[in-house]
């Protein structure tokens, strides 16, 4: 499994909230560092920060969906809720599912548990 958030409590509390259910977990701390890990190790499922500073979220699942056709349908997305039209207008136009900050750890299981 691949954590990409930008800020690291949310990067480890959601490591930690994956590792309950005995997954293992690499974090990455924005979506160039993800790419690249995508490079070199298979993941069943991503959790993907939506806003992002240089590469947001839309643009990693662009890339991964160039890169690695079918892979993006494993991206749930993590949103705070603000967030352009524009980024709004791509999570209407997508079936992936949403984790909304503050979750809890119910939410984190049953999204990755229907992603898998």
Known sequence: MLVIDDEPN????????????KHTVELAPDGAAALALLETAEF??????????????????ERIRARHPGLEHRIVFVTGGAFVPSLETFL?????????KPFTIDQVHTLIRSVL
């Open 10 to 21: 949310v990067r480890q509390a959601l490591k930690a909230v994956l590792a309950l259910a």
């Open 44 to 61: 069943d499922v991503i959790v993907c920060d939506l806003m992002m500073p240089d590469m947001n979220g839309r643009d990693v699942y």
């Open 92 to 100: 209407d136009s997508i079936d992936n599912p949403r984790l909304n």
